[in-house]
């Protein structure tokens, strides 16, 4: 039974009273990348293990430990995938996207898989927000996709999250900082794990990323920006620039050299201090030879993922609030069959105006209807009985305030939005006038909620 009744082992469930957090972060998410110009692309869950082998790279932790990798019933190697990026060019390569406009500017709200031990902020399923952008090897738009991910953070109100930048090179200079990298490793070769003395071999920088060598061996290997050449050296004092334009704080990290192999250049991570060892947010790049190493032209390309859960994890420990979640704006209470009949039919005309509300079917007391309606939050209330039938009236009650209204119930929808449009307006007159008229300081979202479909 335990099998059935656990989820596996690293991954979580998403439950209905957490859910709109989750929907509202998405929305926020895909509104700021619109702002910006990037549209959404879905890839599949899966794809040929050789993608991410060929993307992410052989020598990497992801591909040599951590992916979901089996074979299908055709004999095929399938991996789930551990990463957005891989699929995302893999899609630009196929369909000719390089023929649409340039540059082109996607994003994505995916779920990730990944065979690590899970802990705070580290899951077997996890989502990532991520963007690319092709066509453009300008470090303005290096600069704009960090301005993208450090507006997502502002528009949230996360505060004391640490931009670190650095450049990897390029193929013209980075082959000298891993000869360097290879001799200093090569002289400390009995401090190395397994992995990494197979590493040293084929791709020493790999080391720096491995979390099983010491800080210290780590701390005293030669430094990436010491062995660029001047193209990278400019481009990386133009992203300065740029963000410093943008007046985006940010502190050079010449350890960053991200776990994944296709990055050239600009590497970068929003680093957090308050969700624990998992502190990156967001981590992103430059992969300028990705397409060409996947079989395409050689296109300019970069990049962020970042991660949902470790995300919701700093808006919990910073004690930011989400908008709250679209309640009910009308509850019918119901005595009797006949008046089930009608509350059923003012409902449904109502849900077709759009209007959130629901009736007994339940088939309760009163009494117990009335404190579902109160437990569940609905901002509206009425009782509908013999009694109103026969009067063809019902008593309209506003829970906030308790003030009832008598509404006709031949007129039920109509009466009832134009009562709770004015509600909603008073309310917000009421906002206004204790937060001294600032309309900044007034929760809009939560004032007008699922409202906002019908009071306009
Ligand atoms: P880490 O160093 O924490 O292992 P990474 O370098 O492997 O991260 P990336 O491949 O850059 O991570 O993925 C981008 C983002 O996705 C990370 O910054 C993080 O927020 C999130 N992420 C990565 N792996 C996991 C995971 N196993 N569980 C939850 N989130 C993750
Ligand atoms: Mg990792």
Not at 289 to 304: D, R
Request: glycine share 8%.
């Amino acid at each position: 039974m335990a099998l059935i009744t656990k989820a596996i082992k690293g991954t979580q469930d998403t439950l209905p009273m957490d859910s709109h957090k989750v929907r509202f972060l998405e929305a926020t998410l895909a509104d700021i990348a619109g702002n910006y110009g990037f549209k959404e692309i879905r890839t599949p869950v899966f794809e040929h293990t050789e993608l991410f082998n060929r993307s992410v790279g052989d020598t990497t932790d992801v591909v040599q430990k951590e992916m979901y990798t089996f074979d299908d019933k055709g004999g095929r190697s399938i991996t789930l995938r551990p990463e957005g990026t891989a699929g995302a060019v893999r899609s630009f390569l196929e369909h000719g996207l390089f023929n649409e406009p340039s540059p082109m500017k996607v994003y994505y709200l995916t779920s990730c898989y990944r065979y690590e031990k899970p802990q705070a902020g580290r899951l077997r399923e996890f989502h990532q927000f991520g963007v690319e952008c092709f066509g453009t090897s300008s470090p303005a738009q290096d600069a704009e996709v960090i301005a993208l991910a450090d507006e997502v953070f502002g528009f949230l109100g996360v505060k004391g999250l640490e931009l670190q930048i650095n450049s990897i090179g390029c193929p013209h200079c980075r082959p000298v900082y891993q000869k360097a990298l290879k001799d200093y490793f090569t002289a400390h070769k009995d401090e190395l794990c397994e992995t990494c003395t197979d590493r040293l071999e084929r791709n020493p920088m790999r080391i720096i990323d491995c979390k099983e060598e010491s800080d210290e061996l780590k701390d005293n290997a030669p430094v990436v920006l010491d062995y660029l050449c001047e193209e990278c050296k400019d481009h990386f004092e133009k992203v300065q620039k740029y963000l410093e334009a943008m007046n985006i704080d940010f502190t050079i990290n010449p350890r960053i050299v991200r776990g994944l192999d296709y990055y050239t250049k600009t590497v970068f991570e929003f680093v957090s201090h308050d969700i624990g060892a998992q502190g990156t947010v967001c981590g992103g790049g430059r992969y300028d030879g990705l397409c060409e190493e996947l079989g395409g032209k050689s296109i300019p390309a970069l990049g962020f993922g970042m991660g949902m859960e470790r995300l919701m994890l700093l808006l919990e420990a910073q004690g930011i609030e989400l908008p709250k979640e679209e309640t009910m704006a009308l509850y019918l209470a119901t005595a009797g069959d006949a008046a089930s009949f009608k509350a059923a039919q003012i409902v449904h005309d109502l849900r077709a105006e759009g209007v959130p509300c629901a009736f007994d079917t339940v088939g309760r007391s009163i009494k117990a209807q009335m404190k579902y309606a109160n437990k569940t939050g609905a901002d509206f209330t009425a009782v509908i009985g013999d009694n109103e039938l026969e009067s063809g009236t019902v008593q309209l009650k506003y829970m906030e305030t308790g003030e009832t209204t008598e509404v006709r119930l031949d007129n039920f929808a109509e009466d009832f939005q134009q009562i709770a449009m004015n509600a909603a307006m008073s309310a917000l007159q009421a906002e206004l006038n204790t937060s001294e008229g600032d309309l900044a300081n007034v929760d809009l979202s939560a004032l007008l909620g699922g409202n906002t479909t019908w009071t306009e």
